[in-house]
Protein backbone atom coordinates (compact mmCIF):
# COMPACT_ATOMS: atom_id res chain seq x y z
CA UNK A 1 0.00 0.00 0.00
CA UNK A 2 1.43 3.49 -0.73
CA UNK A 3 0.90 6.64 1.36
CA UNK A 4 -0.55 9.64 -0.69
CA UNK A 5 2.73 11.96 -0.40
CA UNK A 6 3.13 13.58 -3.98
CA UNK A 7 5.87 15.82 -5.04
CA UNK A 8 4.33 19.66 -5.87
CA UNK A 9 5.45 21.10 -8.75
CA UNK A 10 7.56 23.64 -6.69
CA UNK A 11 9.64 21.02 -5.47
CA UNK A 12 7.70 20.37 -1.94
CA UNK A 13 5.70 17.39 -1.17
CA UNK A 14 2.21 16.87 -0.23
CA UNK A 15 1.25 14.62 2.44
CA UNK A 16 -2.63 13.92 2.51
CA UNK A 17 -3.63 13.60 5.80
CA UNK A 18 -6.96 11.28 6.85
CA UNK A 19 -9.27 12.33 9.94
CA UNK A 20 -12.90 10.20 10.69
CA UNK A 21 -14.81 11.31 7.35
CA UNK A 22 -13.39 15.09 7.96
CA UNK A 23 -14.20 14.98 11.35
CA UNK A 24 -11.67 16.58 13.98
CA UNK A 25 -12.11 17.07 17.58
CA UNK A 26 -10.91 20.32 18.81
CA UNK A 27 -7.81 19.01 20.22
CA UNK A 28 -7.10 17.15 16.66
CA UNK A 29 -7.54 20.25 15.32
CA UNK A 30 -5.05 22.81 17.64
CA UNK A 31 -2.38 19.95 17.52
CA UNK A 32 -2.53 19.75 13.36
CA UNK A 33 -1.82 23.68 13.65
CA UNK A 34 0.96 23.03 16.36
CA UNK A 35 2.40 20.13 14.31
CA UNK A 36 2.20 22.01 11.06
CA UNK A 37 4.11 25.21 12.44
CA UNK A 38 6.77 23.15 14.41
CA UNK A 39 7.41 21.00 10.62
CA UNK A 40 7.64 24.61 8.40
CA UNK A 41 4.04 23.56 6.63
CA UNK A 42 3.88 25.78 3.87
CA UNK A 43 0.25 25.55 3.08
CA UNK A 44 -3.04 23.57 4.23
CA UNK A 45 -5.51 22.56 1.48
CA UNK A 46 -9.13 20.73 2.13
CA UNK A 47 -9.30 18.07 -0.67
CA UNK A 48 -13.21 16.68 -2.01
CA UNK A 49 -12.71 13.68 0.01
CA UNK A 50 -12.69 15.34 3.23
CA UNK A 51 -8.98 14.99 3.59
CA UNK A 52 -6.57 17.70 4.06
CA UNK A 53 -3.28 18.80 2.25
CA UNK A 54 0.10 19.36 3.81
CA UNK A 55 2.54 20.87 1.22
CA UNK A 56 5.74 20.92 2.68
CA UNK A 57 9.72 20.60 2.47
CA UNK A 58 10.87 16.82 2.17
CA UNK A 59 12.93 16.69 5.40
CA UNK A 60 9.50 17.39 7.51
CA UNK A 61 7.68 14.54 6.04
CA UNK A 62 8.77 11.88 8.40
CA UNK A 63 8.60 14.50 11.99
CA UNK A 64 5.12 15.22 10.45
CA UNK A 65 3.64 11.84 10.05
CA UNK A 66 4.90 10.75 13.94
CA UNK A 67 3.24 14.15 15.44
CA UNK A 68 -0.24 12.83 12.95
CA UNK A 69 -0.15 9.67 14.45
CA UNK A 70 -0.01 10.97 17.97
CA UNK A 71 -2.90 12.87 17.40
CA UNK A 72 -5.14 9.75 15.79
CA UNK A 73 -4.73 11.67 12.19
CA UNK A 74 -2.96 9.60 9.49
CA UNK A 75 -1.21 9.82 5.82
CA UNK A 76 -4.04 8.59 3.48
CA UNK A 77 -3.42 5.27 1.62
CA UNK A 78 -3.04 5.82 -2.43
CA UNK A 79 -3.04 3.16 -5.29
CA UNK A 80 -4.98 0.11 -5.20
CA UNK A 81 -6.75 0.45 -1.59
CA UNK A 82 -9.85 1.67 -0.42
CA UNK A 83 -9.90 5.58 0.12
CA UNK A 84 -11.07 7.80 2.85
CA UNK A 85 -14.87 7.57 3.20
CA UNK A 86 -16.81 10.68 2.57
CA UNK A 87 -19.51 11.21 4.87
CA UNK A 88 -22.34 13.85 5.64
CA UNK A 89 -22.38 15.86 8.92
CA UNK A 90 -26.08 13.39 8.45
CA UNK A 91 -26.75 12.08 11.87
CA UNK A 92 -28.86 13.01 14.62
CA UNK A 93 -26.93 15.44 16.10
CA UNK A 94 -25.86 17.43 12.94
CA UNK A 95 -28.15 18.10 10.19
CA UNK A 96 -31.80 18.41 10.57
CA UNK A 97 -32.34 16.79 6.98
CA UNK A 98 -30.69 13.73 8.15
CA UNK A 99 -33.13 10.88 7.60
CA UNK A 100 -29.73 8.07 9.18
CA UNK A 101 -27.10 8.09 10.77
CA UNK A 102 -24.53 8.95 7.94
CA UNK A 103 -21.76 10.18 9.36
CA UNK A 104 -21.65 7.52 12.00
CA UNK A 105 -21.62 4.72 9.51
CA UNK A 106 -18.91 6.52 7.07
CA UNK A 107 -16.84 6.65 10.16
CA UNK A 108 -17.24 2.91 11.40
CA UNK A 109 -16.59 2.33 7.36
CA UNK A 110 -13.64 4.13 6.91
CA UNK A 111 -12.13 2.61 10.65
CA UNK A 112 -12.75 -1.22 8.97
CA UNK A 113 -12.00 -0.66 5.04
CA UNK A 114 -9.39 2.08 4.83
CA UNK A 115 -6.38 0.60 3.01
CA UNK A 116 -8.06 -2.69 2.01
CA UNK A 117 -5.64 -3.51 -0.84
CA UNK A 118 -7.36 -3.88 -4.56
CA UNK A 119 -7.09 -4.12 -7.98
CA UNK A 120 -7.36 0.37 -7.97
CA UNK A 121 -8.78 2.39 -5.72
CA UNK A 122 -12.51 2.29 -4.28
CA UNK A 123 -14.09 5.55 -3.23
CA UNK A 124 -16.95 4.78 -0.57
CA UNK A 125 -19.41 8.13 -0.20
CA UNK A 126 -22.38 7.95 2.62
CA UNK A 127 -25.00 10.91 2.46
CA UNK A 128 -27.98 11.02 5.35
CA UNK A 129 -30.94 11.83 2.49
CA UNK A 130 -31.58 11.59 -1.14
CA UNK A 131 -29.78 15.36 -1.37
CA UNK A 132 -26.44 13.68 -1.56
CA UNK A 133 -24.22 16.23 -0.23
CA UNK A 134 -21.28 13.30 -0.51
CA UNK A 135 -21.76 12.74 -4.35
CA UNK A 136 -22.70 9.18 -3.55
CA UNK A 137 -23.93 8.89 -6.90
CA UNK A 138 -20.77 9.38 -8.37
CA UNK A 139 -18.90 6.47 -5.91
CA UNK A 140 -17.64 3.04 -6.72
CA UNK A 141 -19.65 2.33 -3.19
CA UNK A 142 -22.47 5.04 -2.54
CA UNK A 143 -24.78 4.73 0.16
CA UNK A 144 -27.70 6.91 1.07
CA UNK A 145 -30.14 6.33 4.09
CA UNK A 146 -33.94 6.04 3.69
CA UNK A 147 -34.72 6.13 7.68
CA UNK A 148 -32.98 5.13 10.86
CA UNK A 149 -31.18 2.01 10.06
CA UNK A 150 -32.05 1.77 6.36
CA UNK A 151 -29.91 2.40 3.22
CA UNK A 152 -30.24 2.22 -0.17
CA UNK A 153 -27.01 1.33 -2.14
CA UNK A 154 -25.44 2.08 -5.24
CA UNK A 155 -22.57 1.24 -7.02
CA UNK A 156 -20.21 2.01 -9.99
CA UNK A 157 -20.20 5.88 -9.73
CA UNK A 158 -17.32 7.52 -10.94
CA UNK A 159 -16.47 11.18 -10.86
CA UNK A 160 -13.11 13.37 -11.46
CA UNK A 161 -12.95 12.09 -15.19
CA UNK A 162 -13.94 13.46 -18.15
CA UNK A 163 -16.41 11.06 -18.21
CA UNK A 164 -18.45 11.16 -15.22
CA UNK A 165 -20.73 8.27 -14.11
CA UNK A 166 -23.83 7.71 -11.77
CA UNK A 167 -23.73 4.65 -10.23
CA UNK A 168 -26.75 2.29 -10.28
CA UNK A 169 -29.03 0.65 -7.64
CA UNK A 170 -27.61 -2.47 -6.01
CA UNK A 171 -30.07 -2.69 -2.72
CA UNK A 172 -32.59 -0.75 -0.77
CA UNK A 173 -33.38 -0.86 2.49
CA UNK A 174 -30.49 -2.66 3.67
CA UNK A 175 -28.99 -2.10 7.96
CA UNK A 176 -26.31 -0.90 8.94
CA UNK A 177 -24.68 -4.17 9.10
CA UNK A 178 -26.24 -5.33 5.75
CA UNK A 179 -24.48 -2.56 4.40
CA UNK A 180 -20.97 -3.81 5.87
CA UNK A 181 -22.28 -7.41 4.49
CA UNK A 182 -23.04 -5.89 1.07
CA UNK A 183 -19.29 -3.85 0.77
CA UNK A 184 -17.67 -6.86 1.72
CA UNK A 185 -19.36 -8.77 -0.76
CA UNK A 186 -18.98 -6.06 -3.68
CA UNK A 187 -14.91 -5.81 -2.81
CA UNK A 188 -14.68 -9.49 -3.19
CA UNK A 189 -16.88 -9.99 -6.24
CA UNK A 190 -14.54 -6.74 -7.80
CA UNK A 191 -11.15 -8.68 -6.89
CA UNK A 192 -12.26 -11.99 -8.31
CA UNK A 193 -13.85 -10.53 -11.45
CA UNK A 194 -11.92 -7.02 -12.46
CA UNK A 195 -9.06 -7.13 -15.34
CA UNK A 196 -5.78 -6.17 -13.60
CA UNK A 197 -5.79 -2.14 -13.10
CA UNK A 198 -9.98 -2.13 -13.79
CA UNK A 199 -11.84 0.73 -12.04
CA UNK A 200 -14.94 -0.93 -10.22
CA UNK A 201 -17.43 1.47 -12.34
CA UNK A 202 -15.65 -0.41 -15.50
CA UNK A 203 -16.21 -3.89 -13.66
CA UNK A 204 -20.17 -2.76 -13.18
CA UNK A 205 -20.14 -1.32 -16.57
CA UNK A 206 -18.87 -4.54 -18.63
CA UNK A 207 -20.56 -7.31 -16.19
CA UNK A 208 -23.78 -5.26 -14.78
CA UNK A 209 -24.28 -4.57 -11.73
CA UNK A 210 -26.43 -7.48 -11.31
CA UNK A 211 -23.11 -9.48 -11.46
CA UNK A 212 -22.63 -7.92 -7.82
CA UNK A 213 -26.19 -8.96 -6.50
CA UNK A 214 -25.59 -10.65 -3.48
CA UNK A 215 -28.05 -14.04 -3.18
CA UNK A 216 -31.24 -13.62 -2.14
CA UNK A 217 -31.89 -13.16 1.48
CA UNK A 218 -28.24 -13.13 2.13
CA UNK A 219 -27.93 -9.62 4.11
CA UNK A 220 -29.96 -8.13 6.89
CA UNK A 221 -32.47 -6.15 6.00
CA UNK A 222 -33.54 -3.18 8.65
CA UNK A 223 -36.52 -5.26 9.98
CA UNK A 224 -33.93 -7.88 11.66
CA UNK A 225 -32.39 -7.73 14.61
CA UNK A 226 -29.26 -6.37 14.93
CA UNK A 227 -26.00 -8.21 16.29
CA UNK A 228 -24.85 -6.98 19.26
CA UNK A 229 -21.72 -7.75 18.73
CA UNK A 230 -21.40 -5.79 15.47
CA UNK A 231 -23.42 -2.45 17.13
CA UNK A 232 -20.74 -2.14 20.01
CA UNK A 233 -18.47 -2.57 17.68
CA UNK A 234 -19.66 0.85 16.10
CA UNK A 235 -20.47 2.11 19.35
CA UNK A 236 -16.82 2.18 19.77
CA UNK A 237 -15.60 3.14 16.51
CA UNK A 238 -17.76 6.03 16.71
CA UNK A 239 -15.75 7.38 20.07
CA UNK A 240 -12.64 6.93 18.48
S1 LIG B 1 -27.00 14.69 2.38
FE1 LIG B 1 -28.85 15.25 3.51
S2 LIG B 1 -28.36 14.66 5.63
FE2 LIG B 1 -26.41 14.80 4.55
S3 LIG B 1 -25.69 16.91 4.91
FE3 LIG B 1 -26.80 16.87 2.94
S4 LIG B 1 -28.89 17.52 3.50
FE4 LIG B 1 -27.87 16.85 5.41
Given at each position: ?150 F?V ?17 A?NLS??GV??L ?36 F ?21
Amino acid sequence: MNKAIFKQSNGMYAINIVSACGVFTPKQFAGLGQATLKCDVYRLKLTTRQTVVAVLNEENLAKLETRLLALGLSVSPYGGTVRAVKACAGNAALCQRALGDALDLGIALQEKYLGWELNKDVKIAVAGCSRGCTDPLCADFGVIARSRDSFDVYIGGRGSTRKPLHGQLLAENLSTVGVFQLLEHVLDTYSNLAHPKERLASTVARLGVRAFAPPEGTFTSRNEQLDDEFLAFISKEGEA
